[in-house]
Each structure stands twice: as structure tokens, then as C-alpha cells.
């Protein structure tokens, strides 16, 4: 099974800054056949169920404010939202979906400092 | 719009086993996989299964032995049965439908399901 680990654990930024969060898979997500990342990022609020912001590491789901960016490759991805709004207070998951079982990172807690 | 919406009992008893039913509207159950994820209260997500459009099942090897999904197309309908349940099932129940096997783009609300005497 492929684990995957997110970090920090928790992160508090000031409105407006930028914040980064970090995850890392247990072995390649990258698919080489087609050269994808099959790597994707959630958002989940207090009583909600998580909304897919990221797939394809880097692909905005659409709807979602371009603020929100994912990049990476192979093992290592981040999810960076550029400028903070009160809004984005929430947990953030990683999740690869390279190979059964599809598998969740732990979540990063993202709060206003 | 596609609408995820889970039914079932909120407590189940030890050894006994929990039952849960994922009503789907706004689309054909038909044209995609869906999927039980569960979070415990506090924690991470973890997957359970999904089920395909032909029918067939993977789970997660974790719980591969006490789950059983099914599809009741009729109904717009699919299924969770986990068996022989602890206290470590009490969880939200949540059902999603993915994209082509990827990622879960549509989610139920959730439903929480504790294990208790």
C-alpha cells in the first residue's frame, strides 16, 4: 500500500499570506505510460464532507479559485494557496490514486494567524 | 446536479453488522463507480471500496474479509454491509462517486455510524 504523509500537521497564516502544504507518497505516483501524477488535494471544512480542489497534481478542478495551485512530480507535491481569505480555513488532504487502496494523507489543519 | 444522500442506523451493536444505503438523484447510477469512505471522528479518511459499473468490486485489503458492496440500479441505489464490527468502525460513513476510477468528485453529507452496546 502506498502511505501517504502530509506536512505540517498544522499551519497558521496571516490573511492575504501565503501558505504551503506539503505531502509526500511512499513511492512514484507518476504513471510513466502517460507521464501523469496521479495525486489529487481536498478541502474539508468542520461538518462537510471534503470538495476535490486539485487532480492530476496541478489540475484546478473547475470552480475552484485560481489562488489554489498544486505542483510537484514522483513522491513529492505541494498544495499552495497564494493569498489567504478567511474562507480557506480548513483541512487539506493529499490522496493518490496511482493503485488500490487509493490512500489519504493524514490532513494539515490551516488556520488564521 | 448530482445529489449523494446515506441512510441507515446510526448505532450498531459489537459483532453485528452495520448496513448502510447511498440514494443517488440527479444522474444514472448506471455511468460511473461509487465508493464508501469513512472518517473517524477527529481523524483521517480511509477507503473502503468501490464499486464498478459492471458490477464488480475492490475493496481495501484492511477490511477486504468483513465488507460487501452492491448496486440496485432500480433504485438508483448502492450498498455497504461490514460485518463483525468494533468500536474502531465508529465513523462517518461518507459515499462518493469518482471519476473513472480517480478521483471522488461528488460526496454524500455523511453518516455516523458508532458501535456501542
Known amino acids: 500500500d502506498i502511505v501517504m504523509t502530509q506536512f505540517p500537521d498544522s499551519l497558521a497564516v496571516s490573511l492575504g499570506e501565503r501558505a504551503t502544504i506539503n505531502c509526500k507518497s511512499s513511492q512514484s505516483v507518476l504513471y510513466s505510460s502517460n507521464n501523469k501524477n496521479y495525486l489529487a488535494w481536498y478541502q474539508q471544512k468542520p461538518g462537510q464532507p471534503p470538495k476535490l480542489l486539485v487532480y492530476w497534481a496541478s489540475t484546478r478542478e473547475s470552480g475552484v479559485p485560481d489562488r489554489f495551485s498544486g505542483s510537484g512530480s514522483g513522491t513529492d507535491f505541494t498544495l499552495t494557496i497564494s493569498s489567504l481569505q478567511a474562507e480557506d480555513v480548513a483541512v487539506y488532504y493529499c490522496q493518490q490514486y496511482y493503485s488500490i487502496p487509493n490512500s489519504f494523507g493524514q490532513g494539515t489543519k490551516l488556520e488564521i494567524k | 446536479q448530482v445529489q449523494l444522500q446515506e441512510s441507515g442506523p446510526g448505532l450498531v451493536k459489537p459483532s453485528e453488522t452495520l448496513s448502510l444505503t447511498c440514494t443517488v438523484s440527479?444522474?444514472?447510477?448506471?455511468?460511473?463507480?461509487w465508493n464508501w469512505i469513512r472518517q473517524p471522528a477527529g481523524k483521517g479518511l480511509e477507503w473502503i471500496g468501490r464499486i464498478y459499473t459492471s458490477g464488480s468490486t475492490n475493496y481495501n485489503p484492511s477490511l477486504k474479509s468483513r465488507v460487501t458492496m452492491s448496486v440496485d440500479t432500480s433504485k438508483n441505489q448502492f450498498s455497504l454491509k461490514l460485518s463483525s464490527v468494533t468500536a474502531a468502525d465508529t465513523a462517518v460513513y461518507y459515499c462518493a462517486r469518482d471519476r473513472m476510477g480517480y478521483v471522488y468528485e461528488y460526496w454524500g453529507q455523511g453518516i455516523l455510524v458508532t458501535v456501542s452496546s
Open positions: 440527479g444522474g444514472s447510477i448506471s455511468d460511473y463507480n
